[in-house]
């Protein structure tokens, strides 16, 4: 794991030390050593750097950037079958140096070219420089677990892990991209492959881009596609042939990303999946995993019982982390420089610090996300089950009528629900939601903050909307249910622009290497040809996933609502942050920005403090903006 950055310059006006101030910016990624290559050939100079953080391979032999006769590379992430593949390299007749990923990596590509891909189990982002082709190739891994942004323009290629690297380079143009900053206000993220700067992308998961640097041409291609899985008949298994090969399958991923030199520990809450992670990996195990959890007990934020009860029950070797209020709130400050790129989820916070908390004993956490969009665990998946054909059925005129008396009754005068967990934000969600009937409309609906229509009153200039996969086809009618719908495109959005760059950034923003087991690739190919049912059943989420789990720990234990990282945001922007709000959302700034209606922000703040609850969320997406405005357009 580390942080990656460099450029191709046609007109080769970059050198080492230009490569060298684009890497120090990401030292939080890679604390345990750099490197830099300048790499020049007829048409082009490219610079490859590096900030390594040990974690396979801890001497000089696995330092990057590395080459290999003509190949040269530059790559964060982690290939967890690296020594199979490299087996069957030493029997091809390869000899190599030193024990790294990143060795066999240049040896597979001379053995196999781009295909090596292929044959890789692990997260990735990579940058190779062929001398023979005269091409460089970036790769982003399948599920997009490591992210890799590039620039171009006029002649310039720049990329790196995080944006605050091309700041670095003298010819970067700082422009803002406007329909950018519509997209994120709507999710909280800029959904890739768009970027919040002009003339800036992410490389989509699952393809690679091929540049010619003779002639300059740039060729994009997809290797895998999660739509290949769900649009195949679903498998003649019964459930418990399933069970058997679900958890053969976990086992696998699961021991997988346990190898590495240095310390491994798991994250740990109250919930079946890091459940299930840890379950597996410690009944395989005689050593005594190490498990970490954190609360906020002073915010409600707490699930530490919940989770000590599940690691005295697997005997893991658990680590509490109680955080204070005053804690998570002084963190706010620090996220516009981590999360270089506007990014309003909340669980930001508690992800962060319980990183930074874990770092002390390991230099891996293994955290389980994936399972909610692989094995059907979001509450959204059982509404649709429950209430979507129900839906369709009432008149349009009476929806209407119910999201608009909606509108006009705020969610803190519902008696009894105003205090279940996240129920402000549901209930401004389930306006949209009844307004809309389809599966795309309802999608949205429950991932936007702002429809396009509302949009339009938010925004003060001109914008167009950004194409994202929400707007996907590529679901084949005869295998389009509604489950596999919702997690297919949660797969390819919210989990990879919100869950993945939330744990990525608070991970390496403490120099700890995050892994996913539950996205190793092998699991969706065989999870998405599961009958529906497996997955979701009688107001039962994640099923199969559920049903392992009780071999390992008692039912008890583990039935009981979905919790989450809740942030008391209402109640912060009440209090802690209004003078942030006042600062950052005042009339002045706003009008002098130029971007957003002010008319529609000074309402929106009226109706949030005079007891409109429920605009929590959208007030929160607005001071999230201009909070990284002022340290990225202003500073």
């Known amino acids: 794991m580390c942080g990656i950055a460099g450029f191709i310059d046609f007109h080769k006006k970059s050198n080492k030390s230009t490569i060298q101030s684009m890497i120090e910016p990401l030292n939080h990624r890679g604390p345990d050593g750099e490197g830099n290559s300048l790499l020049k050939s007829k048409n082009a100079v490219i ?10 391979d801890l001497s000089q032999a696995g330092k990057q950037p590395m080459t290999l006769n003509h190949l040269h590379i530059t790559y964060n992430g982690e290939i967890y079958n ?51 082709k005269q091409e460089v190739v970036f790769i982003r891994d399948r599920a997009g677990v490591k992210t890799l942004f590039y620039y171009q323009k006029n002649d310039l290629i720049l990329f790196s892990s995080e944006l605050k690297s091309f700041h670095e380079h003298p010819e970067f143009e700082k422009k803002l991209d406007l329909n950018a900053v519509a997209a994120f206000m709507q999710y909280g993220n800029v959904p890739t492959p768009h970027c919040i700067f002009k003339n800036c992308g992410k490389i989509k998961p699952g393809h690679y881009l091929k540049i010619n ?18 649009n195949q008949p679903k498998l003649n298994l019964s459930f418990p042939e399933a069970k058997i090969q679900t958890k053969k399958l976990l086992k696998s991923a699961f021991n997988y990303r346990m190898v590495a030199d240095v310390p491994v520990g798991v994250f740990l809450s109250g919930g079946y999946d890091s459940a299930t992670v840890a379950s597996l990996i410690q009944t395989e195990s005689t050593a005594r995993l190490k498990t970490f959890t954190i609360g906020v007990p002073d915010i409600g934020l707490n699930e530490a019982p919940y989770a000590r009860d599940i690691a005295e029950h697997l005997g893991t070797d658990h680590t509490e982390i109680n955080c204070s209020e005053e804690e998570a709130i002084e963190m706010i400050k620090d996220l516009p ?27 891996v956490a293994l955290s389980a996300d994936g399972g909610d969009e692989i094995f059907g665990g979001y509450n959204r998946y059982d509404y649709m089950h429950r209430y979507g054909k129900t839906l369709n059925l009432v008149p349009k005129a009476i929806r209407t009528f119910l999201a608009g008396a909606m509108k006009n009754m705020s969610s803190e005068n519902i008696p009894i629900f105003r205090n279940k967990y996240n129920f402000h934000n549901r209930y401004e969600r389930l306006k949209t939601f009844l307004e809309n009937s389809n599966k795309k409309e309802i999608m949205l609906s429950l991932s936007q903050q702002f429809n396009d229509k509302q949009m339009k009153s938010v925004m003060k200039s001109e914008f167009t909307s950004l194409s994202t996969m ?21 797969f390819q959005t919210y989990m990879l622009d919100d869950i993945l760059q939330k744990v990525d950034r608070a991970t390496m923003t403490n120099s700890l290497e995050g892994r996913e087991p539950m996205l190793d690739h092998r699991i969706l190919e065989f999870a998405a040809q599961l009958p529906d049912e497996y997955k979701y059943q009688n107001g039962i989420k994640k099923r199969i996933l559920r049903d ?17 990282f809740a942030i008391p945001i209402a109640k912060w922007l009440k209090n802690e942050l209004r003078n942030h709000v006042e600062e950052y959302l005042s009339e002045n700034r706003i009008e002098k920005q130029g971007i957003f209606n002010w008319a529609f922000i000074a309402k929106l703040k009226v109706d949030f403090y005079g007891g409109r609850k429920e605009y929590d969320s959208k007030l929160w997406y607005f001071l999230m903006f201009q909070m990284w405005y002022e340290r990225w357009m202003e500073n």
């Not at 040896?107 to 001398?131: C, N, P, Q, S």
């Not at 790129?341 to 908390?357: H, Q």
């Open 47 to 56: 610079g490859f750097g590096h900030k390594r953080l040990s974690i396979i």
């Open 82 to 132: 690296y020594q199979e593949i490299k087996n069957e390299l030493l029997e091809l007749g390869h000899r190599f140096n030193g024990e790294s990923d990143t060795e066999m990596i240049l040896h597979a590509y001379t053995e196999w070219g781009i295909k090596a891909v292929e044959r890789f189990i692990g997260m990735f982002a990579i940058a190779l420089f062929d001398e023979k």
């Open 213 to 230: 640097l003779e002639n300059r041409s740039q060729e994009e291609i997809q290797y895998w596609n999660v739509y290949d899985f769900y």
């Open 337 to 363: 420089f981590f999360y270089d790129e506007p990014f309003a989820d909340s669980s930001a916070i508690p992800t962060t610090l319980v990183s930074k908390a874990a770092r002390k004993d390991v230099t």
């Open 470 to 490: 929400f707007q996907s086809k590529e679901m084949l009618e005869d295998f389009k249910s509604p489950l596999s719908y919702m997690m297919a495109i949660d």
């Open 548 to 564: 392992i789990t009780h071999d390992y720990i008692p039912k008890e234990l583990l039935d009981r609502p979905k919790m989450g």
